[in-house]
């Protein structure tokens, strides 16, 4: 759109930096956009051609948030529970999403498994991926946090100057926290009454649909035994 050749209005005296312009006016006014400096230099004698380029700016910088539903989680020792690990980005980018976990900070008794270890972010900003929690019968019962790491990175692009350009894959990494309450294991009252809260109302709601029928029933054939 705009080329400026042999232009030194840059310079700034006893500085070690310079100032470069470009009017937005001219780019209808970007809400989000990016920026690449690069520097090349021509040796003609020897044809060698050398060429700097630092990563991508992004104005304004993108912003990346990782967290648990629910962030404390009960479970029982030697069984297992689910929740959902949601991650976000600015709207615009698409960058990729690696799950880690640092296992030698995690005890032998807890295992924690990501279903989608790796996931692309949509321009709408918002992932989901399950995360499982497993302990085994012997977990010692105590609270233990766990961090969670997620590494976005967008991949290397080229960008054509007067010759191609590579920009190397960018890298950024965001924590969050899981309190894991490891309690005592399930005892047979413990399963009968998890069983009940579960299918009591059903059981409930049969026997009262099986005493109405046989009611029912029985008040018929007394009335046919009368007639």
Same mark, same amino acid.
């Given at each position: 759109?705009?080329?400026?050749?042999?232009?030194?209005?840059?310079?700034?005296?006893?500085?070690?930096?310079?100032?470069?312009?470009?009017?937005?006016?001219?780019?209808?006014?970007?809400?989000?956009?990016?920026?690449?400096?690069?520097?090349?230099?021509?040796?003609?004698?020897?044809?060698?051609?050398?060429?700097?380029?630092?990563?991508?700016?992004?104005?304004?910088?993108?912003?990346?948030?990782?967290?648990?539903?629910?962030?404390?989680?009960?479970?029982?020792?030697?069984?297992?529970?689910?929740?959902?690990?949601?991650?976000?980005?600015?709207?615009?980018?698409?960058?990729?999403? *690696?799950? #880690?976990?640092?296992?030698?900070?995690?005890?032998?008794?807890?295992? !924690?498994?990501? /279903? +989608?270890? &790796?996931?692309?972010?949509?321009?709408?900003?918002?992932?989901?991926?399950?995360?499982?929690?497993?302990?085994?019968?012997?977990?010692?019962?105590?609270?233990?946090?766990?961090?969670?790491?997620?590494?976005?990175?967008?991949?290397?692009?080229?960008?054509?100057?007067?010759?191609?350009?590579?920009?190397?894959?960018?890298?950024?990494?965001?924590?969050?926290?899981?309190?894991?309450?490891?309690?005592?294991?399930?005892?047979?009252?413990?399963?009968?009454?998890?069983?009940?809260?579960?299918?009591?109302?059903? *059981?409930? #709601?049969?026997?009262?649909?099986?005493?109405?029928?046989?009611?029912? !029933?029985?008040? /018929? +054939?007394? &009335?046919?035994?009368?007639?």
């Amino acid at each position: 759109m705009d080329v400026k050749p042999n232009y030194t209005g840059f310079y700034q005296k006893g500085g070690s930096f310079v100032n470069l312009y470009a009017n937005l006016k001219d780019m209808i006014y970007p809400q989000k956009y990016r920026v690449l400096f690069y520097a090349e230099e021509i040796k003609l004698k020897g044809l060698s051609w050398i060429m700097d380029s630092p990563k991508w700016i992004y104005i304004p910088p993108p912003k990346f948030i990782i967290s648990a539903n629910p962030n404390i989680i009960n479970v029982k020792a030697g069984e297992q529970k689910s929740i959902e690990l949601q991650v976000k980005s600015s709207q615009g980018f698409q960058p990729q999403v *690696i799950f #880690f976990t640092d296992t030698s900070q995690i005890p032998p008794f807890i295992k !924690i498994d990501f /279903t +989608y270890k &790796k996931l692309k972010i949509p321009s709408i900003g918002e992932a989901t991926t399950p995360l499982t929690i497993y302990t085994t019968g012997d977990a010692i019962r105590y609270p233990y946090t766990a961090i969670i790491s997620a590494d976005f990175s967008f991949p290397s692009q080229q960008f054509y100057g007067n010759r191609k350009i590579i920009i190397p894959t960018e890298n950024v990494t965001i924590q969050s926290t899981v309190t894991v309450i490891i309690q005592d294991p399930s005892t047979f009252i413990d399963v009968i009454n998890d069983f009940w809260s579960k299918a009591g109302g059903f *059981i409930n #709601f049969v026997y009262l649909a099986g005493v109405a029928a046989a009611s029912w !029933i029985f008040t /018929t +054939y007394i &009335k046919k035994r009368k007639r």
